[in-house]
């Protein structure tokens, strides 16, 4: 009987460190985003004056819930841990219930951009954890105790989890899960006739054992499968809202979305123009350098042409005069939404995100030229499953660790 007692409570504290350590983890492979929540929290808790460390706090809030998580799972220093896991749990539950009660315009964030819920889905989901913690820790003298390689297991995916922070803190989440992912398409790029709810869009035709299929960009299949040609077709139920829009608009006010809909597009967006020289001067060269590998170019900038001239007055003329000649407007959301890096780029192929990348890994011109070159499909591939297939690695390598090690 107290066998299964002791395994009932490492179950409930198992299941409760996996929801703590993918939250986590989640949060972290998107320090920006987690900025975002965090400082949308911190609005609400009318503790606006701190919203300058929203970032920070919010990647310190990930990794102590990643850590907690790591420690149910592993089961080291258990008591510790359960009280730890308690008092977090406790906190995120009682403003899960102001959530539930004003009702803000907000995600509350558990899963970062990955899974969405609504104030009472949290709040509900908090409960059931609150309950399998407390199901873990009383009576606390039946915890029990790890083996000692636990304690090693724990040190490794700290160390590991840590690395992973440093890294998504200065690239782009290996994994998109924001509207403005690969395949991604603009609205004014398909200016489709709708009519009884429907719109049409090209779909990509492979063929596979003599069998051929329709395709959309955003589900392309494996490379089993041979291209064959591209068709429009009217897709039933499809609406507009689907679509992206850049809210691009020049120093007049017009709309100029339809600039990045046609050809093969390369934008630099600046969601923060307080930059150094050394990054605008940077910028710079890579937008010369894209023009050169036959891209059209532009920077687009989430600030007033004030706010630009004045950012811009503190460079050398010659790198201020090519920044100016290809400015255009956006606004914040839609810019940190689009790339989380600030200078980071994005490329368009008549109309469709293909593919971006972040300001530390700006290509060279070589590069450039072979994304120009290279087929949109593949490189929308090969974006989305590089980057997923090193998050399942690295998700598969901490799970062996915690739980096989």
Same mark, same amino acid.
């Given at each position: ?51 300058? @460390? #929203?970032?920070?706090? +919010?990647?310190? &809030? =990930?990794?102590?819930?990643?850590? /907690? ?114 395949? @991604? #398409?603009?609205?004014? +790029?398909?200016? &489709? =006739?709708?009519?009884?709810?429907? /719109? ?115 460079? #050398? ?89």
């Amino acid at each position: 009987m107290r066998y299964l007692l002791l395994r009932l409570k490492r179950f409930c504290g198992f299941i409760a460190g996996f929801v703590f350590f993918i939250g986590g983890l989640l949060k972290l492979m998107d320090p920006v985003g987690a900025g975002l929540v965090m400082k949308e929290y911190l609005e609400f808790l009318h503790a606006g004056f701190l919203a300058f @460390a #929203a970032k920070p706090l +919010g990647v310190l &809030f =990930a990794l102590a819930e990643s850590t /907690i998580g790591t420690g149910l799972i592993t089961g080291v220093w258990r008591k510790t841990t359960a009280v730890a896991a308690m008092i977090l749990q406790a906190f995120f539950t009682l403003l899960t219930l102001l959530l539930v009660i004003f009702n803000p315009e907000m995600d509350c964030g558990c899963f970062g951009e990955a899974i969405h819920l609504t104030h009472m889905q949290t709040f509900v989901k908090n409960l059931i954890l609150c309950a399998m913690l407390a199901a873990y820790y009383f009576p606390a003298r039946r915890l029990g105790f790890p083996k000692k390689i636990k304690y090693v297991s724990f040190g490794v995916v700290t160390v590991s989890v840590i690395a992973f922070t440093v890294y998504s803190w200065i690239f782009i989440p290996l994994v998109d899960f924001t509207a403005y992912k690969p395949a @991604a #398409a603009l609205k004014a +790029g398909h200016a &489709f =006739a709708i009519e009884d709810g429907d /719109i049409y869009e090209s779909v990509f035709i492979y063929e596979k054992d003599g069998i051929e299929e329709a395709f959309s960009l955003g589900h392309l299949p494996d490379t089993t499968w041979n291209f064959v040609r591209t068709e429009t077709v009217a897709r039933e139920g499809y609406t507009s809202e689907e679509l992206l829009d850049l809210s691009i608009y020049n120093s007049n006010g017009d709309y100029m979305d339809e600039t990045a809909s046609e050809g093969r597009i390369l934008i630099v967006s600046v969601y923060n123009t307080d930059m150094k020289a050394r990054r605008w001067n940077r910028i710079a060269q890579f937008l010369q350098d894209g023009e050169a590998a036959d891209f059209k170019t532009m920077l687009l900038v989430s600030a007033t042409e004030e706010q630009f001239d004045n950012a811009l007055s503190k460079l #050398a003329p010659e790198t201020a005069h090519i920044l100016k000649a290809h400015a255009l407007f956006s606004d914040y959301k839609t810019l940190i939404s689009m790339n989380r890096s600030n200078g980071g780029v994005t490329y368009f192929s008549n109309g469709y995100l293909i593919r971006k990348g972040a300001h530390k890994a700006l290509p060279d011109i070589d590069e450039m030229k072979e994304v120009h070159d290279e087929d949109e499909t593949e490189t929308i591939i090969g974006q989305s499953t590089r980057g997923s297939l090193a998050f399942q690695g690295f998700l598969l390598y901490v799970s062996a660790i915690m739980l096989l090690l």
